[in-house]
Structures are given as structure tokens and as C-alpha cells.
């Protein structure tokens, strides 16, 4: 039992809902002191937003920089309370989501993402110039859960939670290591030393022995003129930033300030983002991986970039959507889809132009746009056959396939694994 269950919260809950349920517990058991610490323990780590990132770490199966944690004992339940309490509606326990099956990815012209299927990698096929990882088919032949061709999924298998040990790319991250980027190039360490000895050297001879107005203008100059190349040249993020593996809280934009959305949608927002940071969480077992949350959207003073990925000299800019279970399709560049039956809803998507604006577009050598769909009932979100990938190649996949698809696109990177300071910088820039 990790500290999430014994405080009976989720781990996207947030740090309000985590407080109050601590301060629920303590008051149930007020008459047990060792449990009363216990809760205390688990309350002081995942009510800590540091300490919770390094624990979250620690249960994806990375040890964390700092300390090691141990499992709890279960505490004893209160039964005249805890009977009298309302069901938990955020109960990840009582409401794990169905996982479906992988998609059948169609290659389609612009998509920065590999046209990957997960599932162990048994055999391997080249379809155009990217390299299909073929799932393993059950025995006795018949066709894999969510292969085409296969029956619905079961509803124990429908009960399956996330798992990222099921990812393909998940033992392959293993065989990378992380290197931290040069602070500082070497062609700008040369420019400015020899500008200094060509400018001062004949200058500061003259000022000393005489100083006047005609000697130190040009130095005063030479000095402006250094300023500004350095506030020009692009500058590199810190050791300890480059250290940080994630920036900003999922959702902490949309509690932040005003918004031009509802109660009802900006909880809903909330949600779906929560969801996704957790997801990409195991991203993180990819060494060099940075993950930001909440960036500026360019050209735009209210809408922002729900999650960006950064590994090496990729990006990857991610939109969460909590939305209602059922079948989607891409219909425009900028439109997705809800069927039923005869009638589509269309709904606005953005990220193309993501993929149009210098500011995002330019911000590193390789750059792709991913749409996250969570659904907000019981059900499974489900896409039309080839109608998940956009015309300008942008994916629109549930969780699994999601983290699927972008893990597989960062180990392919040519720099995976390195941790570029400079594209760091720009990213923290970005961010709200």
C-alpha cells in the first residue's frame, strides 16, 4: 500500500483534495496515535509537491535523488464513519478506466510520430521509412485484443489500467544514458575575447596614462556593444534547471488567474490535464527527458500549451481533452470529430498552429503535436479506422497509444538522451 491509497486519494489528486482528505483521516482515527502519525508521514510526502514528484518517481520504479520509501501498513478502517461517508467519485480504485486496444497507425505524409503498435516487439516490418513493431499474437493463434480483426475486449480486460511496463519502448529506454549540454559555446567564447583584445588592447594604454573623453567614449561603447551580444546570443539554462525534470503543475494554469471558460469546463480542463501529467510521468524513464506544463500559446494572451516533452533536439506539444467517451475522427486540420451515429460533432483542435508558428515550429530541430483524449465517464474512447492522425499529421490517441507513440519518437531522436541547455532555456521562456 503506497501513501496515495492509505490517505484513500489518487495519485492525480490534487493538493486540495489530498489536505482534506488527510485532515478527514486524522479526525477519523483521532483515537489512534500511531495511526494519527502514520497519516501524518504519508501527508507531509504527497502533500509536498518536491517530495510528491520524488515519490511518484519512486513508484514508477526510478529511485528518486533524495530519500527511499517504504510501504505502509494498512490502517484500520473506521466502520460507523467510514459507512456514513459518500462514495469517492475520484477513487481510482472504485473507476479505472478501459484501456483499448492499439490502433492500426496508417502511415500519413508529415506525421513527425513513428507509425508504432504496441505490444512486445516480436518481428519487425518496414512500412516506408519507419520501422513497425508487430504485436505478439496470443497462443493458439488467434488474433491479439484490439488487433484488427479481434473480438471487443472482455470486461476484465476492459478493468486494465494503465500500465507503462507494457510500453514497447519501456526495457529499450534502459540502454540510454543522460548527458548534460554545454552552458556556454565555444564560438562565443572566441568572438568575445577577441573582440576585447583587438578594441581595449590599444585603448587601455591611452586611458590610463591620459585619461579624457576621447578615450574612454570607445571603451564605454565597446562595453554596450558586449552587453548587447550577450542579451542577443541565445542564452543557456542553469545546471540546476537543466537538473529539474519537470516544470510547472498539470492544470495549475487553468486554477491560476482568470479564464474565458466556464466553472464546469475549467474543472473538466483540470482533469484531463492532471490525467496526462500523470501519464507522462513515465516518460521520464527515458533519460534526458524534460517535461513543462502550462506554456504560453503563441499569438494568444488567454489560451496556453497544455504539456510540452522536450528529449534532446525533439519537442513534442501535447493538448489534453477530458471529453466523453465514444468515437472520434479527425475531419480538418483543426477539427476532430465526435460520431453519433449519422450526426459529427466538430470540435476545435489548435496544435496546427503549433505546427505553423516560427516560435514553436523553430523552437527545436524536430517538432511534434499529439492530442490526448481522456474519457470523463465510464467507457473507452475509440477512433475511426485511419481518421486518428490529422491531414497535417497530427495523432489523436487515448493514453496508452499516446505514450506509445511519443516514447518510441524520442529514443528514435538523433540526441536522445542528451539534455540540450540552450532549447531548455527556451522552454522555460515559454512558460507561464
Not at 113 to 124: D, L, M, N
Not at 280 to 285: D, K, V
Request: aromatic share 6%.
Amino acid at each position: 500500500m503506497d501513501h496515495y491509497e492509505y490517505l484513500e486519494v489518487g495519485r492525480a489528486s490534487s493538493r486540495n483534495q489530498i489536505n482534506a482528505a488527510a485532515r478527514l483521516a486524522i479526525w477519523r482515527n483521532r483515537g489512534d496515535a500511531a495511526v494519527t502519525e502514520r497519516i501524518m508521514e504519508a501527508w507531509s510526502i504527497v502533500g509536498d509537491p518536491d517530495r510528491r514528484f520524488d515519490y511518484d518517481s519512486w513508484l514508477l520504479g526510478e529511485p528518486p535523488p533524495g530519500e527511499q520509501y517504504l510501504p505502509v501498513d494498512p490502517r484500520p478502517a473506521v466502520e460507523p464513519v467510514h459507512r456514513a461517508l459518500p462514495p469517492r467519485a475520484d477513487s481510482d480504485a472504485a473507476k479505472q478506466r478501459r484501456i483499448p486496444g492499439s490502433l492500426a497507425p496508417e502511415p500519413t505524409a508529415g506525421s513527425p510520430f513513428p507509425a508504432t503498435e504496441p505490444g512486445p516487439p516480436i518481428t519487425s516490418r518496414v512500412d516506408g521509412t519507419r520501422t513497425v513493431q508487430a504485436a505478439a499474437p496470443p497462443a493458439g493463434g488467434a488474433p491479439a485484443a484490439g488487433s484488427p480483426g479481434s473480438p471487443p475486449d472482455s470486461p476484465a480486460q476492459a478493468q486494465q489500467p494503465f500500465d507503462p511496463q507494457q510500453l514497447s519502448w519501456w526495457e529499450a529506454a534502459l540502454d540510454k544514458t543522460e548527458t548534460i549540454g554545454p552552458g556556454y559555446k565555444g564560438l562565443r567564447l572566441l568572438v568575445d575575447l577577441g573582440v576585447m583584445a583587438m578594441v581595449i588592447g590599444p585603448l587601455i594604454g591611452p586611458a590610463i596614462a591620459a585619461p579624457s573623453v576621447a578615450t574612454t567614449l570607445p571603451i564605454g561603447l565597446f562595453a554596450l556593444a558586449v552587453l548587447l551580444l550577450g542579451r542577443l546570443w541565445p542564452r543557456a539554462a542553469s545546471r540546476r534547471a537543466a537538473n529539474q525534470r519537470v516544470f510547472g503543475i498539470g492544470g495549475g494554469t487553468l486554477t491560476s488567474g482568470r479564464s474565458r471558460f466556464s466553472k464546469e469546463n475549467v474543472a473538466k480542463g483540470v482533469a484531463g490535464e492532471r490525467r496526462t501529467a500523470l501519464a507522462l510521468e513515465s516518460l521520464l524513464r527515458i533519460p534526458g527527458t524534460r517535461i513543462f506544463h502550462g506554456l504560453r500559446f503563441p499569438g494568444s494572451k488567454v489560451a496556453d500549451i497544455d504539456h510540452a516533452v522536450v528529449n534532446g533536439d525533439r519537442v513534442v506539444f501535447i493538448d489534453s481533452k477530458f471529453w466523453k467517451p465514444g468515437e472520434y475522427r479527425w475531419l480538418d486540420a483543426d477539427k476532430l470529430g465526435y460520431v453519433r451515429g449519422r450526426r459529427v460533432d466538430r470540435r476545435d483542435i489548435h496544435m496546427d498552429h503549433l505546427q505553423r508558428h516560427p516560435a514553436t515550429a523553430k523552437v527545436a530541430a524536430d517538432v511534434g503535436c499529439h492530442v490526448l483524449i481522456h474519457p470523463n465517464a465510464e467507457g473507452s474512447i475509440t477512433f475511426t479506422p485511419a481518421g486518428h492522425i490529422s491531414p497535417t499529421g497530427i495523432p489523436a490517441t487515448d493514453t496508452r497509444d499516446g505514450m506509445e507513440m511519443i516514447g518510441c519518437w524520442l529514443l528514435e531522436g538523433r540526441k536522445s538522451g542528451l539534455v540540450d541547455r540552450y532549447l531548455m532555456a527556451r522552454m522555460i521562456a515559454m512558460l507561464k
